[in-house]
């Protein structure tokens, strides 16, 4: 059906910067929002930062002024571009779109997760 990619991510010393990409692909009508959630062992899977159709962004306080969330329309593809990174942010990253892959049928798509480490 659908299908989400993610790239972008690694090893990055406090104060470094990423940026994530993920690319959705396969039977897409629309896309509702797409967004970013991470995960650290343990611990419940929390929003990043998503963005909808109408671009509407919405961002965790904890990234409020360091990250920033865009998208290319054409490309069905979104970006996470991560600064002034810190060691707290060390998790899995995992791309998510809310997509309608019929006229009538949506459903939530994850892609397979991104390692972000950070650290000196």
């Known amino acids: 059906q659908v299908q989400l990619v993610e790239s972008g991510g690694g090893l990055v010393q406090p104060g470094g910067s990423l940026r994530l990409s993920c690319a959705a692909s396969g039977s897409i009508f629309s896309i509702v929002a797409m967004g970013w959630y991470r995960q650290a062992s343990g611990k419940q899977r929390e929003l990043v930062a998503s963005?909808?159709?109408?671009?509407?962004?919405n961002y965790a306080d904890s990234v409020k002024g360091r990250f920033t969330i865009s998208r290319d329309n054409a490309k069905n593809t979104v970006y996470l571009q991560m600064n002034s990174l810190k060691p707290e942010d060390t998790e899995v990253y995992y791309c998510?779109?809310?997509?309608?892959?019929?006229?009538?049928?949506?459903?939530?798509?994850w892609g397979q997760g991104t390692q972000v480490t950070v650290s000196s």
């Open positions: 998510n779109g809310r997509i309608y892959y019929s006229e009538t049928r949506w459903d939530d798509f």
């Open positions: 963005i909808n159709a109408g671009g509407g962004l």
